[in-house]
C-alpha cells in the first residue's frame, strides 16, 4: 500500500484545496412572485439567477427569507452578507452597491374597475385619490416626493396582500405594482376566485424598474459584485438567462 500514499497524499491536497477555496454567501430576501419566494421554483426567477451566478464562481448560496424591511434591516447590519433583490434608489447610494440587472419590472397601477381613474399623464395628476404602498419598495423618486409634499395621499402597509385588500374594500383607491406580480398574486389562493376579475390597471407604466442584488458598500461587498456580474455574463454568453426567463414565463422553472 505504501506505493500508493503519494497519490493518496496528493488526492487530499486537492481535497483539502477545495475546501479551503468553497465559499458560502447567505443572502435575504423576501416573498415577491413570481420572481423570488421560498416555495417557488428555484426560489423564483431572481433568487434562481443569483444561485446560478454565484454557483458559477464556485459560491455557494444561501438564502434568508424574511419580511422585506427585515431583509434590508439584516443587510445593513452585516447579519447577511448580500440581499435578493431591490431597484436602484438614489437615497441608498451612499451605503449599498447594486449587481447588473437581474430582472426588468413594468409598474403598473392598479384599481378597481367600478372606480375608473380620470384621465393622467403624471402622478401629479392623480392627487385626488388615495394611494397604496408596502413599507421599504422603491417605486420610484418621484412618487415618494409627491407623498411628502402631501400631493399625493400614501397609506402604507407591512405588504402587498394589505394593500390588496384595502383596495378591494375601497379604503384605498389606487396600489401600484410590478405588472407581473400584481396578477400573480391577484390570481392566487390568497384571494377568492374571481377577484382577479374585479381590478383593472392602468395601461400606461408609471414606471419601469430594474432588480439587482444589493450589497454593502464595503471591500466585500464589491468583491461579491465582481463575482456574481461574472456569472450574470456568464449566463448572458451561453443563453441560460434566455432560458430561465422563457421558464418564467412559461410559469416553470428547475429547481437548480
Not at 503519494?6 to 443572502?27: H, K, R, S, T, Y
Not at 421554483?41 to 427585515?70: D, I, L, S
Not at 423618486?141 to 394593500?163: H, I, Q, R, Y
Request: some cysteine.
Amino acid at each position: 500500500m505504501a506505493r500508493y500514499g503519494w497519490a493518496i497524499a496528493l488526492a487530499l491536497q486537492f481535497f483539502w484545496a477545495g475546501v479551503a477555496c468553497a465559499e458560502d454567501v447567505v443572502i435575504s430576501t423576501g416573498e415577491f412572485a413570481p420572481w423570488t419566494g421560498e416555495k417557488l421554483p428555484g426560489g423564483g426567477y431572481v433568487n434562481r439567477v443569483v444561485r446560478e451566478a454565484f454557483r458559477r464562481q464556485g459560491v455557494t448560496v444561501k438564502f434568508k427569507y424574511v419580511p422585506w424591511q427585515r431583509a434590508l434591516e439584516e443587510l445593513h447590519s452585516g447579519t447577511v452578507q448580500a440581499s435578493s433583490f431591490w431597484a436602484d434608489d438614489p437615497a441608498r447610494i451612499k451605503d449599498y452597491m447594486l449587481s447588473a440587472p437581474v430582472s426588468e419590472h413594468r409598474e403598473l397601477l392598479f384599481h378597481r374597475k367600478d372606480k375608473a381613474l380620470s384621465k393622467w399623464r403624471r402622478l401629479a395628476d392623480l392627487g385626488k385619490y388615495r394611494f397604496g404602498a408596502t413599507r421599504s419598495y422603491t417605486y420610484t423618486k418621484e412618487f415618494w416626493d409627491l407623498a411628502k409634499k402631501g400631493t399625493l395621499k400614501v397609506e402604507v402597509s407591512a405588504d402587498d396582500e394589505s394593500s390588496i385588500r384595502k383596495m378591494l374594500a375601497g379604503r384605498i383607491d389606487i396600489f401600484p405594482m410590478d405588472e407581473f406580480s400584481g396578477w400573480t398574486l391577484l390570481s392566487s389562493s390568497l384571494f377568492p376566485v374571481g377577484t382577479h376579475d374585479l381590478v383593472m390597471a392602468e395601461p400606461m407604466a408609471f414606471s419601469v424598474l430594474y432588480g439587482h442584488l444589493m450589497v454593502r458598500r464595503t471591500a466585500e461587498g464589491a468583491r461579491l459584485i465582481k463575482l456574481v456580474n461574472a456569472g450574470i455574463a456568464s449566463m448572458k454568453a451561453d443563453g441560460t438567462l434566455a432560458t430561465f426567463k422563457d421558464d418564467l414565463y412559461r410559469g416553470s422553472g428547475a429547481t437548480r
